[in-house]
C-alpha cells in the first residue's frame, strides 16, 4: 500500500513541479524574487535531509539485526535532520516574507510556496510518523519478527527525500544554471 501512495504522490508532485517550471518560463516571472533565494544555505538543509536517508537506512539495518539500542539512536538522528531541515525552511520562509515574498506576491511566490510548502507538509507528516515509530520501539512494541512498519515508512521517507532532490535543483539550481 505504501507503494501504491509514494505513486499516487510522485504524480501530484510532479504537477506541482510543471506547474513551477511553466511559471518560471513565463512572462511574468520575477526573476528579483528567485534571487531571494539563499541557495548555499538550503544546499546545507538538503544535504541535512539526504543524510536523513542515510541515518533512517542505519536505523532500519539495525532493527533487521534486532539492536533495539541503535535503532532508538538512529531513529532519534533521523528525527533531529528532519527537524533541522524544517527549520531551516521555516527560517528561509520568515526571511522571504520579511522582503514581502509572500504566497500572493505573483506566480512565483504563489508556485514557490505551494510546491515547498507541501513538501515541507510531507516531511512533517515523516516525523509524527517517525516519532510515533520511537515511542513504540521505546515502549516494546515493535519487534524485529513481527513488524514490517520501519520498512514501510522507510519508504515514505527516502521518498520525501528524493522529492526534495528534484524540487532542490528544479527550484534553486537550474536558475542558475540557464
Given at each position: 500500500m505504501m507503494k501504491l501512495f509514494v505513486g499516487s504522490e510522485s504524480v501530484f508532485f510532479l504537477a506541482l513541479i510543471l506547474a513551477y517550471v511553466y511559471?518560471?518560463?513565463?512572462?511574468?516571472?520575477?526573476?528579483?524574487?528567485q534571487k531571494m533565494l539563499h541557495i548555499k544555505t538550503t544546499g546545507f538543509f538538503t544535504l541535512l535531509l539526504i543524510a536523513s536517508s542515510f541515518t533512517f537506512w542505519k536505523a532500519?539495518?539495525?532493527?533487521?539485526?534486532?539492536?533495539?539500542?541503535?535503532?532508538?539512536?538512529?531513529?532519534?538522528?533521523t528525527i533531529g535532520l528532519g527537524i533541522v531541515f524544517l527549520a531551516g525552511q521555516a527560517h528561509e520562509y520568515y526571511g522571504l516574507i520579511q522582503h514581502h515574498l509572500t504566497f500572493s506576491?505573483?506566480?512565483?511566490?504563489?508556485?514557490?510556496?505551494?510546491l515547498t510548502g507541501f513538501h515541507g507538509l510531507?516531511?512533517?507528516?515523516?516525523l509524527i510518523v517517525l516519532g510515533i515509530i520511537?515511542?513504540?520501539?521505546?515502549?516494546?512494541?515493535?519487534?524485529?519478527?513481527?513488524?514490517?512498519?520501519?520498512?514501510?515508512?522507510?519508504?515514505y521517507w527516502h521518498f520525501v527525500d528524493a522529492v526534495w532532490l528534484v524540487v532542490f535543483t528544479v527550484v534553486?539550481?537550474?536558475p542558475y544554471l540557464l
Open positions: 511559471f518560471w518560463r513565463s512572462a511574468h516571472y520575477d526573476e528579483a524574487a532500519e539495518t539495525y532493527f533487521k539485526e534486532g539492536n533495539q539500542q541503535k535503532l532508538k539512536l538512529w531513529l532519534m538522528v506576491s505573483g506566480e512565483f511566490g504563489s508556485s514557490f510556496y505551494t510531507h516531511v512533517l507528516l515523516g520511537l515511542t513504540l520501539v521505546f515502549l516494546g512494541y515493535i519487534k524485529k519478527d513481527v513488524s514490517g512498519v520501519v520498512s514501510t515508512v522507510g519508504i534553486y539550481v537550474l
